[in-house]
């Protein structure tokens, strides 16, 4: 059984990111973000999900533990709407305040295939909430994704197995979601 | 997977360790409610004391179908009429949030005082998971104070169970269908009921309109549903708002209220999609309303927004 644990910064989906992975037969927890990384390794996990919150991390400063994580692991890390806002801070990209912020049914571009987007056409409906964005992605980092309002949909650690996301893949609505989290699980088995 | 039949047979010896003596169901006859009554009579059986409250602020005859429907389970009931209460615990108040505690702490003291008499320890409720999510509480933010957890006061005598915590509402169906229950497939009640879909201050002749609104949008939906016309949606009914309006009836000036109507489509309440109802649907529903209650509403509008931005009820 592959084991992802879903990291809580506060979102209203965090449950429902756990949810999801349970009904892809994942072994899955949610932890708090305070959980230190030592108590991560001990349970050998395969993959770790950041959640979405409340905090406005272009704003904000930590993210609980979140900052060691990125720092030390060398497994899968997805991050969500929050969870990727602090990716994108924590390897020097800049968040900021959306000028047109999204909420609900919005067209998502894929502009450049991935393992992540596997079976998801280039065009497909997710569904959003979000006042922040990456706006200029980190040097490591290239981006998979867009939309007409959002430069930074989805970006990728060009050496390290991490992916941000300002969409949420793990609500109904997303019409590919599942199909982005059965690809994430699989990136997670190798 | 969410496995329905395993849910139930770890969860009633999971009830029968953790509640050693009476317990108290708050049953409004909703699936959730409906639910956790029948694995609760299932692991204590006649210890269960199920408690419906009128509070005023129910759909039209609900009350009424509740009583029948705890007798055809066969459950141990106490029905508590405290309409007047609550008309006048809200009496001047507008704030959602405000109602939402107000309302939520009402029904903590009406169900310490059943406790008190029956000699009740603990209080079983049906919250799903969206309930306490949207509550919020540390990290997360308030979206709205469900009753049966924001809504809870501090200092609670009552100790809580709540088995359905980590299910959504298609999960909580499935043990309904499960378990064969009639009530699986009703759409979502709040626990404040009606006193929410009044926006502003939800007096008892306001209480009266919207009641009769939500009955029409009921009877519209249903009847184009089982005639093939449309899709069932997840939830529909009707919101009364604070504004009036001009209109003509019978070559003389109108001045009343605003009805909308919101119908969406979801899984699990946590991201909706307004429902897209045929026009004709939508123009018998606004005739209805407006006809019926010519003297306190002219004018009807369609709730066209999805979840998020807005949420499923208006307050």
């Known amino acids: 059984m592959v084991k992802i644990f879903v990291v809580d910064n506060g979102g209203q989906w965090t449950h429902r990111e756990w949810r999801t992975l349970r009904d892809l ?31 406005r991390i272009g704003l904000a400063d930590e993210l609980g533990n979140t900052a ?88 990728k650690h060009k050496n390290k197995p991490f ?11 997303t019409e590919f979601g599942e199909q982005i989290f059965k690809n994430f699980v699989k990136l997670c088995k190798k | 997977m969410f496995n329905a039949e ?48 009128d509070t005023g602020y129910m759909r039209k005859d609900e009350s009424k179908n509740v009583i029948k429907l705890m007798e055809k389970i066969g459950l141990n009931y106490h ?53 306490w999510i949207e509550s919020g509480g540390q990290l997360r933010d308030t979206i709205k104070s ?17 088995p359905l915590r980590d299910l959504y509402k298609d999960e909580v169906r499935k043990v309904a269908r499960v378990l064969k229950l009639q009530v699986s497939e009703r759409q979502p009640f709040p626990g404040p009921g009606l006193a929410i879909r009044i926006i502003g201050e939800a007096t008892p002749e306001r209480t009266e309109i919207v009641r ?30 604070p504004v009036k309006s001009v209109g003509v009836h019978g070559d003389r000036r109108a001045y009343g209220y605003v009805i909308a109507v919101r119908a969406v489509h979801s899984i699990d309440a946590m991201t909706c999609a307004f429902s897209k109802i045929p026009n004709e649907i939508i123009d018998n529903i606004s005739t209805k309303i407006t006809n019926k209650m010519k003297d306190k509403v002219n004018r009807v509008v369609y709730d066209v927004t999805n979840k998020p931005p807005s949420t499923v009820e208006w307050e």
């Open chain 2, 212 to 241: 009769e609104a939500c009955d029409i949008v009921e009877m519209e939906i249903e009847s184009a549903v089982e005639k093939g016309l449309m899709e069932m949606p997840w939830q529909y009914f009707a919101v009364l708002l």
């Open chain 1, 163 to 173: 992916y941000g996301i300002q969409f949420h893949p793990e609500v109904e609505h």
């Open chain 2, 6 to 53: 395993k849910f139930i047979e770890t969860t009633i010896p999971k009830l029968k360790d953790e509640i050693k003596g009476k317990a108290l169901i708050a049953f409004s006859g909703g699936v959730d409610s409906t639910v956790c009554a029948a694995l609760v009579n299932r692991a204590i059986g006649k210890q269960l004391v199920a408690v419906h409250v």
């Open chain 1, 25 to 55: 037969e994942v072994d899955t927890k949610i932890i708090a973000n305070t959980t230190s990384y030592d108590d991560l390794v001990k349970e050998d996990i395969d993959g770790l999900v950041l959640s979405g919150g409340a905090p």
């Open chain 1, 68 to 155: 060691e994580y990125l720092e030390k692991a060398d497994f899968p890390i997805l991050g969500i709407c929050a969870g990727h806002h602090y990716m994108g801070r924590f390897f020097g990209g800049i968040v900021k305040p959306s000028k047109t912020p999204e909420f609900g049914k919005i067209e998502l571009r894929i502009l450049k295939q991935d393992p992540l987007f596997e079976g998801v056409p280039e065009k497909s409906i997710v569904w959003e909430s979000h006042n922040d964005e990456v706006s200029k992605v980190p040097k490591d980092f290239e981006i998979l994704a867009n939309s007409e309002n959002c430069k930074i949909q989805a970006m």
């Open chain 2, 146 to 162: 469900h009753h049966n957890v924001g809504g809870l006061p501090e200092v609670m005598k009552l100790k809580l169970v709540e």
């Open chain 2, 79 to 131: 029905f508590v009429d405290a309409s007047k209460e609550f008309y006048s615990a809200l009496k001047g108040v507008e704030d959602p949030e405000k109602k939402r505690k107000i309302i939520g702490e009402k029904f903590i003291r009406i169900f310490e005082k059943v406790a008190d008499q029956e000699n009740v320890e603990y209080l079983v409720q049906g919250t799903i998971a969206p309930d």
